[in-house]
């Protein structure tokens, strides 16, 4: 392939239509300034695609994994979380799911893999399992509702955060279940929550479709648990005891 033809194909790949149209006009001396010229183009679109999906992830402030106190945990896989960066479970649209007690972790591993996913150009969205479930029982009329329900539905990667931390009606139960349902074997779903499986009917207390929505989550899944005390009182009692010595210093 010649190198106006190669550039040629660039310029149509990112839709350059009026570049196309005059593209008779084009000598060989101006070829290196027009390869230069697709080049910042393809560089500023993958950019601003980057912040777009980033912004639309909603993933927050959070601790990258390079600041993770992986000593803290009683009990906790770190090869296993290792491998799930690398994010073969999206190809194959299974689901994660972190159990563990407040303040262990699961959050922050959960937003470091959305993030890792945005970078490798997948759509992500994290949200807090109240607010999803609050927003979607919330809705005004069927349409509104399909309308909230297919935005949940369709990134590639959902991440539902903090499932287990309030108790829910059953229409909040049932609302989870059709999240889950549409997503089944279609796209990857990452659920963080303080309960075993076991504890469900608490959170959803009479619902009748938890069988069925534990069910739906955990096949093609994996479930990694983490065990340990809170690491979020840890820093709060450091930071007490920095205050303490502080003033102490101030007072002699």
Known sequence: ???QASLKQQASALNMYGLLANWPAITDEQLPWLAQWLTWELVERKQRSLQRRLASAKLGRFKTLSEFDWQWPQKIDQ???QRLMQLEFLSDA???IFMGGNGVGKS???QNLGYQAVMQGYTVLFTLAANMLNELAAQDGDNALRRRLAYYAKPQLLLIDEVGYLSYSNRHADLLFEIINR???KNATI???NRPFSEWNEVFPNAACVVSLIDRLVHHSEVIAIEGESYRMKEAQEQANKRRG???GKAK
Request: hydrophobic letters at 40%; zero cysteines; charged letters at 25%.
């Open 94 to 96: 299974s689901n994660i």
């Open 108 to 110: 922050t591993i959960a």
């Open 183 to 185: 997503r089944y074997e």
């Open 1 to 3: 392939m010649t190198e």
């Open 246 to 248: 502080a003033k102490k």
């Open 191 to 193: 659920v963080t929550t």
């Open 79 to 81: 090869q296993a979380v």
